[in-house]
Nanobody
Framework: QVQLVESGGRLVQAGDSLRLSCAAS????????VGWFRQAPGKEREFVGG????????SCTESVKGRCTISRDHAKNTVYLQMNSLKPEDTAVYYC?????????????????WGQGTQVTVSS
């Protein structure tokens, strides 16, 4: 059983950068792919990007491509989401999720473990 805890969300201004962390405990975290999702008020959950297991690269969805970098530190059992040039439309609760496999998928139902979320608010 994997437990996930996100952190790093806060109020920022448009154009700022932010790094969110997803710390894992329990299980062998390197065996899990990790996806980042976000949900804005009144909107459906959206896949932001994900990172595979040890030898599979990260990917970000088209809406944030060029502004998003996902990395993982296996020694710290932590995955990071770096977002640059933040926009007000990036305001949402950001969740990390984990699943067994090699490559992340954009479908939330594929992920068995979820964190509690961290709020990111981008002011204009």
């Amino acid at each position: 059983q994997v437990q996930l805890v996100e952190s790093g969300g806060r109020l920022v201004q448009a154009g700022d950068s932010l790094r969110l962390s997803c710390a894992a405990s329990g299980g062998t975290f390197s065996d899990y792919v990790v996806g980042w999702f976000r949900q804005a008020p009144g909107k459906e959950r959206e896949f932001v990007g994900g990172i595979g297991t040890r030898y599979v690269a990260e990917s970000c969805t088209e809406s944030v491509k060029g502004r998003c970098t996902i990395s993982r530190d296996h020694a710290k059992n932590t995955v990071y989401l770096q977002m640059n040039s933040l926009k007000p439309e990036d305001t949402a609760v950001y969740y990390c999720a984990a699943a067994r496999g090699r490559r992340p998928t954009p479908w939330g139902d594929d992920y068995a473990y979820w964190g509690q979320g961290t709020q990111v608010t981008v002011s204009s």
